[in-house]
């Protein structure tokens, strides 16, 4: 399957997908505010309804953004649902959501996903020093 | 002797400005076009000006949040756009004060009055909620909410309240028949 790589920028987040199965990789980090978020996140989505026809054994993507604006945490919800009919689907699914130890909102933020989706979570901490 | 006086008079609106500017605790203040590219440079010059002033860093990210979210609203649904067909530039102002207590950001744009009505028990219902309201209430606008044409959310004035633990203050101004000026402020305290 294709890989996805974008680069992160001030606004748009780093986005690597990669199902390879010797050493798969997803992960969206960094900053979210793009000027369109339908037209930046519609190619991840569609990634995912191509992956879903055919996923490996264990997904599990990655998120670790330090910001992202509410439109798009609608964007964000939509990806996560794609996760979840994968789940639902009885495939192995995990989101680990990574947020910087001393940032309570980015930690809520992640329990409130996880509360919202019916998608395993692991909520993962780590320091920016 | 009449160009001199003009001359004196745009030096003087300048010391008076600055003196209003003062008087208000005002740190930045613009009027005009709000695009994505000032929303990005707005926002980072606030987050490297409050770094410098040794904020904490959730103070921080708190004023970025407001910040963008506040310049967003402007650029979307601001009625005043230079060009008809321009989804993200609308005009309007944008104000950042501070003192000992408190950042104060605010937003002053022109709005249709067919909307207000719609805006107004928008804001009253986040502005009556509380912590576990307002959560349940993003819940419910994530999951269920609409994304408008504009890459609206309508989750905004949401997570302004529920960053800062404060409501919002707002008001309308009439215009016209067909047009209102809406000033909203968000207030983050320093010691939160």
């Keep these: ?129 | 002797m009449a160009e001199s006086e003009k001359n004196k008079a745009k030096l003087h609106f300048a010391y008076d400005f600055y003196k209003i500017m003062k008087e208000s605790d005002v740190t930045f203040a613009y009027e005009g076009e709000i695009t994505h590219e000032i929303t990005k440079a707005f926002s980072s010059l606030a987050e490297s000006h409050i770094a410098l002033n040794n904020e904490s860093n959730a103070l921080q990210k708190r004023v970025f949040h407001v910040m963008v979210e506040s310049l967003q609203n402007i650029s979307k649904h601001s009625s005043e756009r230079k060009f008809k067909d321009s989804m993200f530039a609308g005009q309007g102002i944008f104000l950042v004060t501070k003192d000992d207590q408190e950042y104060n950001i605010t937003t002053g744009n022109v709005v249709l009055n067919e909307k207000i009505p719609a805006l107004k028990e928008h804001i009253e219902k986040i502005n009556s909620g509380n912590k576990k309201t307002l959560k349940e209430l993003y819940k419910k606008k994530i999951k269920f909410g609409k994304l408008s044409d504009k890459g609206g959310a309508g989750l905004g004035f949401i997570d302004m309240v529920r960053k800062t633990g404060e409501q919002l203050i707002y008001t309308f101004l009439d215009l016209n028949d067909k047009k209102t000026y809406f000033v909203l402020t968000s207030t983050i305290f320093r010691t939160k």
Excluded: C
Aim: charged fraction near 35%; avoid cysteine.
């Design chain 1, 1 to 129: 399957m294709r890989i996805i790589k974008i680069e992160g920028t001030d606004d748009t987040p780093q986005v690597t997908l990669d199902a390879n199965p010797e050493n798969p990789f997803m992960e969206i980090s960094g900053r979210s505010l793009p000027e369109d978020v339908v037209a930046f996140y519609d190619p991840i989505l569609e990634w995912l309804d191509e992956y879903a026809e055919n996923p490996l054994e264990k997904t599990v993507l990655n998120i670790k953004l330090e910001y992202f604006n509410t439109a798009s945490s609608k964007l964000l919800l939509d990806i996560l649902l794609k996760l979840e009919d994968l789940s639902e689907a009885d495939h192995d699914v995990l989101v680990r959501w990574h947020y910087p130890d001393d940032d309570e909102d980015m930690e809520e933020a992640g329990e409130e996903y996880e509360d919202i989706v019916e998608v395993p979570f692991e909520q993962v901490s780590y320091s920016i020093d």
